[in-house]
């Protein structure tokens, strides 16, 4: 039967994916994964079926639907099978390294099959246990009044919000480095981890599953990513300035798109230190032997948006293609000659393919199946993705938050739509003529495949509901109303 396959799947927290190289962007932020590609399955079109972070990763592990046990519920439920726990089941290491996303932290499930699973959210990193002194907090009281005071006219509220952004940006803070300023352990931290793992994992096989979070605002990458990439030359406090005035909601477009280019550029220096360190990793399994025996794929749970629609970082009442199409790049041993399918790839189905790929049975409590067979005939298929997410849900650790109105998309190669009951509104768009989905079609236009779009987003709906599993929906609130109790 020959030596069991290890797996390794990478999740880069707001990858776009047309912003790596393999996938055609002009800069070089993926020079390594640009090596693999050549003989690797690239998708062209990989498509989240859920955004932001909370409603993507039930898909990627456990590979169900975000909302197909109510749109209440956020995470996995209690003992979902899921990726690590087929894995672990059948005799595999486990190991998972997460860079501190508390939507992937072990209140929500996803330490379930894990042997280790470090989350870093109780690390000397975690700032969330800074207290504010005193007068910090009478000048909070201060700025509240005066702002309460300037914001009676307009006038005088654009000038209080500019010179009370100008005073901010002269604290103290302004010194310290960009490794003091970020809010995520960084890759090469993560891959210090998993490296030490590897190495004691020597005598049987293994899934490692790393998340960074490099290219996540606020947007502070390692200075070494700054000189590999073009963002060379830029200093703390060009970077402060920056993030501070992108994360500004008193000012219009036209000011925001003066510093668009910078902004980006901070962000691909992200992407770019996370390609130098899967580079080491991959360097690591080399010398070691392991490499060949390896199923590697990375991929992403959402991309992010630069003003693209009139927004900024990953809004979770949209679904745009900058937030939905993520790279993904899957290598195995068995792929001599890479290929690049055109047609749209579900997550939902990542899970079920990659243990195709190790020869491994998938859970029957999967949603997706398995497309090893056509990845390695290079044959295309014409199956939709489906994309879900409730309305406005900006804090899911808040159970009212959740309960918003859905929003569906459903997305060909060509055409995609995108059904809001928030609103009660429905756009179509034509992807080949309006890739950056600036022009929907008209109500008539396109009557054929508008007509199949709503017959695909009509069976989702139904199945979705009536295959919902009461007692799984049960364990999973019983878990959340703990977790209020332990925080109350």
Avoid at 84 to 94: D, M, N, Q, R, V
Avoid at 153 to 165: I, K, N, P, R
């Amino acid at each position: 039967m020959g030596v069991p396959r290890s797996l390794i799947l990478i999740t880069v927290d707001c990858l776009r994916a047309d912003h790596v190289g393999f996938l055609g962007y002009e800069h070089s932020t993926t020079p390594f994964l640009d090596s693999l590609a050549p003989q690797s399955i690239v998708m062209r079109n990989a498509i989240v079926a859920g955004a932001p972070t909370y409603y993507s990763f039930p898909v990627i592990m456990a590979s169900r639907y975000p909302l197909a046990l109510g749109r209440d519920v956020v995470g996995l439920f209690p003992n979902e099978a899921t990726i690590a726990t087929t894995l672990k089941e059948s005799g595999y290491a486990t190991a998972a390294f997460i860079a501190g996303n508390p939507y992937l932290s072990r209140p929500f499930g996803y330490d379930s099959g894990f042997g280790i699973f470090h989350d870093f959210l109780n690390s000397a990193d975690s700032r969330s246990d800074v207290t504010e002194p005193d007068n910090a907090r009478m000048r909070g009281k201060l700025n509240q009044l005066l702002n309460s005071a300037a914001h009676k006219f307009a006038l005088t509220g654009s000038v209080y919000d500019e010179l009370y952004f100008q005073y901010c940006q002269q604290t103290p803070d302004v010194s310290k480095s960009f490794d003091e300023l970020r809010r995520f352990p960084a890759a090469d931290m993560i891959v210090d981890e998993a490296c030490a793992w590897l190495a004691d994992v020597t005598d049987q096989p293994f899934f490692l599953w790393l998340h960074f979070m490099d290219p996540h605002a606020p947007y502070y990458p390692k200075e070494d990513a700054l000189g590999l990439h073009k963002s060379k030359g830029m200093d703390t406090s060009r970077a402060r300035y920056l993030n501070s005035f992108w994360n500004r909601s008193d000012i219009g477009l036209s000011r925001l798109k003066r510093c668009r280019e910078e902004v980006i550029s901070l962000y691909d220096a992200g992407i770019r230190w996370v390609d130098t360190q899967v580079a080491r990793l991959v360097d690591s399994l080399r010398i070691a032997g392991r490499w060949k025996e390896c199923v590697f794929a990375l991929t992403a749970d959402h991309g992010e948006e630069f003003l693209d629609h009139s927004g900024r970082y990953h809004a979770p009442s949209k679904i745009n293609e900058e937030l939905i199409r993520v790279p993904l790049i899957v290598s195995a041993p068995d792929i001599e000659h890479g290929s690049t399918p055109e047609s749209p790839f579900s997550l939902l189905h990542l899970a079920p393919t990659l243990l195709d790929a190790m020869t491994r049975p998938a859970s029957a409590s999967f949603n997706g199946r398995s497309f090893w067979s056509q990845w390695q005939k290079g044959e295309s298929w014409d199956e939709p993705a489906i994309i879900e997410c409730v309305a406005d849900c900006t804090n899911p650790f808040r159970p009212e938050n959740r309960l918003g109105p859905r929003i569906l998309g459903i997305r060909e190669t060509r055409y995609k739509l995108v059904l809001n009951f928030a609103t009660s509104t429905e756009q179509m768009f034509d992807l080949q003529n309006d890739p950056s989905e600036i022009h929907p079609l008209g109500i008539h236009e396109q009557k054929p495949a508008r007509k199949r779009l709503l017959q695909s987003a009509f069976k989702h709906v139904v199945e979705s509901t009536q295959s919902r599993d009461p007692e799984h929906r049960l364990h999973a609130q019983l878990r959340d109303i703990q977790l209020e109790l332990a925080h109350s």
